[in-house]
């Protein structure tokens, strides 16, 4: 379990094999938490698909050359263009953003615009709402994204407290998903606000051209609970 580490140095960069150590200490953080099991979960499957690759550098700069880019998500009901950027701290990853670039009918339910899984042990320090607070310029900047689509469960307290500090506006629940939307162009404040979209290597834009495709990424899912 990594050392606490504080929000307020963390930012979402571009996918890169120079947190491959700590990328793996996450995995095995998921894994021992069940994550491989989550239901209709990004971060399941790929944990699934991509686990024996990813000790290899091989294998793990095969895995950054496709979350790095545009992935595309075979939904039923529409074809999705995903992108990701991790949230590093200190050098470390400790999470990650999904950012869905529209919304199939599905999507206005169960995922929404952006999901994120913070690792176990950076959990209750912050990070979920850094994540969030720093995605938000990137949402509206990059893609056009405003306002935000966020979901959590209803019973989910923690996601709720989340969304509701980064100004999220409840509109309506369905199924057992409350749904919330978050106006970008009025900076959040406090911890990451608007702050933390810049990429390591001057790689900011998502969605970039020639961006490999991949049918593993961008699941529905629990969305700012679970990616």
Known sequence: MPAPHTP????????????????????DEFRADGAEHAPRSNL?????????????PEGFAAYVAVVGGTAYDERADGRVPVSTRWWVVDGSYLGRVTFRHRLTPS????????????????????????????????????????????????????????????????????DEK?????TAAVPAGGVGGGSGGSAEGGRTALGEPGGRETRTLGSSTTALTKD
Request: proline content about 5%.
């Open 8 to 27: 307020t140095s963390g930012r979402l960069v571009v996918p890169s094999v120079a947190f491959h150590d700590s990328f793996l200490a996450a995995m």
């Open 44 to 56: 399941a499957r790929e944990l699934r698909t991509w686990r024996t690759r990813w000790p290899t």
């Open 107 to 174: 999507l206005r339910t169960w995922g929404g615009h952006l999901g994120y899984a913070v690792r176990p042990g950076a959990r209750r320090q912050g990070h979920a709402t850094a994540m969030l607070r720093a995605a938000l310029p990137i949402a509206r900047d990059e893609l056009g994204i405003d306002p935000v689509l966020v979901t959590c469960d209803a019973d989910n307290l923690g996601s709720r407290k989340v969304i509701e500090a980064c100004g999220g506006i409840f509109e309506d629940q369905r």
């Open 178 to 182: 409350l749904r919330y939307w978050v």
